[in-house]
C-alpha cells in the first residue's frame, strides 16, 4: 500500500539559508500534519491542513511557513534557519481529522550547519 | 493544553516476558489514544490506538487499556521478541489529530 512520501530524506543546510520539506499524504487522504522531532524527543506538532487549509497551529517558528496543494501535497518552508533548526521533520496524513488514524512518513533530516 | 507523561523513559525486558509503558494526559475532554512504534531512521508507525468510549483494545500481542477516571492509559506487549526493540511514544487528543500531544518516548530493549 502507497505510504507517506517526504522528500528530500537527507538536506544539509548553512544558517540564514532557506529549505523547503515535501510531504505526499496517502492517497485520498485529506489532512497533512507536520511535526518536528529533535534528538531524543517526542514528535513535536507544528501545523497541520484540511482540505487545503491551515486547520491548527502548534509551535511552529514565525520563520516557518507552510500550505497545502490542490493535489493535497503539502510544502513546509523553513527561512533564516538557524543551527537549532536542525531535526528530523515529519509529516503525517490521515483521512479527515477527526480521531482518525495518522501515518507517518519516513522523516527529512534537516541538518544545520 | 493537553500535557502528556510517559514511564519509564528505558526498559529492558528478557524475550518472552511482557513489558508495560504507561502515559497520564491531563485534560479529560482527550479522547483519542494513539500509540507508535518508532524504530532508529524511521518515522513513528501506529501499532494500535484506543478511543475514549473502550476501556481496553488488544491486536494479537499488543494491548491498551484506558482509565478515564484516572486519566491514564497503557500499552501492553506480551512474549516480547527482539524486533519489539523501539521507542514506543503515547499521545493523546481532544479535536483528533490536529492537536495530538506526544509523551516523550520509551526505549524498549528486549534482550534475546
Known amino acids: 500500500a502507497a505510504g507517506v512520501i517526504q522528500s528530500p530524506r537527507h538536506l544539509i543546510k548553512e544558517k540564514r539559508e532557506t529549505a523547503t520539506l515535501k510531504c505526499y499524504p496517502i492517497?485520498?487522504?485529506?489532512?497533512v500534519y507536520w511535526y518536528q522531532q529533535g534528538p531524543g524527543q517526542d514528535p513535536q506538532f507544528l501545523i497541520s491542513?484540511?482540505?487545503?487549509?491551515?486547520?491548527d497551529k502548534g509551535s511552529i517558528p514565525d520563520r516557518f511557513s507552510a500550505q497545502q496543494f490542490s493535489d493535497y501535497h503539502s510544502e513546509l518552508n523553513m527561512s533564516s534557519l538557524e543551527l537549532g533548526d536542525s531535526a528530523l521533520y515529519f509529516c503525517?496524513?490521515?483521512?479527515?481529522?477527526?480521531?482518525?488514524?495518522?501515518?507517518f512518513g519516513q522523516g527529512t533530516r534537516l541538518t544545520v550547519v | 493544553g493537553e500535557n502528556v507523561e510517559q514511564h519509564p523513559s528505558t526498559l529492558s525486558v528478557q524475550e518472552g516476558d511482557s513489558a508495560v509503558i504507561k502515559c497520564t494526559y491531563s485534560?479529560?475532554?482527550?479522547?483519542?489514544f494513539p500509540w507508535y512504534k518508532q524504530e532508529l531512521g524511521k518515522g513513528p508507525q501506529l501499532i494500535i490506538d484506543?478511543?475514549?468510549?473502550?476501556g481496553e483494545k488488544k491486536d494479537q500481542r499488543i494491548a491498551v487499556t484506558l482509565n478515564k477516571t484516572a486519566k491514564h492509559f497503557s500499552l501492553h506487549i506480551t512474549e516480547t521478541q527482539p524486533e519489539d526493540s523501539a521507542v514506543y511514544f503515547c499521545?493523546?487528543?481532544?479535536?483528533?489529530?490536529?492537536?495530538?500531544?506526544f509523551g516523550a518516548g520509551t526505549r524498549l530493549t528486549v534482550k534475546p
Open positions: 491542513f484540511y482540505e487545503k487549509m491551515q486547520s
Open positions: 499521545a493523546a487528543s481532544i479535536r483528533g489529530n490536529n492537536d495530538m500531544r
Open positions: 503525517a496524513s490521515s483521512l479527515g481529522i477527526q480521531g482518525t488514524e495518522a501515518f
Open positions: 492517497p485520498r487522504h485529506d489532512t
Open positions: 484506543i478511543r475514549s468510549n473502550v
Open positions: 485534560d479529560s475532554a482527550s479522547n483519542y
